[in-house]
C-alpha cells in the first residue's frame, strides 16, 4: 500500500505548540483541514495516548498519530506536522518530539496497512531529520516518498 497523498495543505512546518496534546491536536486540524476527518478524531487520537502512554512515539523525534476508524474519520488522509521546538510526549527514549503524523484510516481494514506504509517511509537514514528541517510541503513528501 502506498501512502495517502500529502498536499500542500496536509502540511504544517514549524508549529508553535505548548505540549504533546497541543501537537496532536493541531495535526488533528490539519486532517479536518483535508477533510480526512471530523475534529473529534484530534480527541480520539489524544484519549489514546492517556490511556495508552506514548507509544505513538516510534522513533527519536518522531510521533505517529492516530486511533481507530470510525465515524470521525472521512476518508484516508495522511498529516504531517514540524514543530518549532521539540516537545516531550513521556517516551523514555525516543523524545522529545520534533515532527508529528497523524494518520486516518477510512477503514479497520486499511488502518494495519497504512501505518506499515508510515513506517516503511522511515527506514531511510535521516528521514526524520528531513522532515524535521523541510522549508516545504515539496521537501516533506521528497523525505516521505509521497505524492501530493
Do not use: C, Q
Not at 496532536?24 to 495516548?49: C, D, F, N, Q, W
Request: no cysteine.
Amino acid at each position: 500500500m502506498e501512502l495517502p497523498a500529502l498536499p500542500d495543505d496536509a502540511v504544517e512546518l514549524g508549529a508553535a505548540v505548548a505540549d504533546w496534546r497541543g501537537a496532536i491536536e493541531l495535526a488533528g486540524s490539519v486532517l479536518t483541514r483535508i477533510g480526512a476527518a471530523r475534529p473529534a478524531y484530534a480527541e480520539a487520537m489524544v484519549r489514546m495516548v492517556e490511556d495508552r502512554g506514548p507509544y505513538i512515539v516510534i522513533a527519536p523525534g518522531l510521533a505517529l498519530a492516530h486511533a481507530r476508524s470510525g465515524k470521525d474519520v472521512e476518508a484516508d488522509g495522511l498529516a504531517v506536522v514540524t514543530l518549532a521546538e521539540p516537545v516531550p510526549f513521556g517516551h523514555p527514549h525516543n523524545d522529545p518530539v520534533r515532527v508529528v503524523l497523524a494518520l486516518a484510516a477510512a477503514s479497520p481494514e486499511r488502518h494495519l496497512p497504512m501505518l506499515a506504509a508510515v513506517a516503511n517511509a522511515f527506514n531511510a537514514r535521516g528521514a526524520v531529520e528531513r522532515i524535521a528541517d523541510a522549508a516545504s510541503a515539496d521537501e516533506v513528501r521528497e523525505a516521505l516518498g509521497a505524492s501530493a
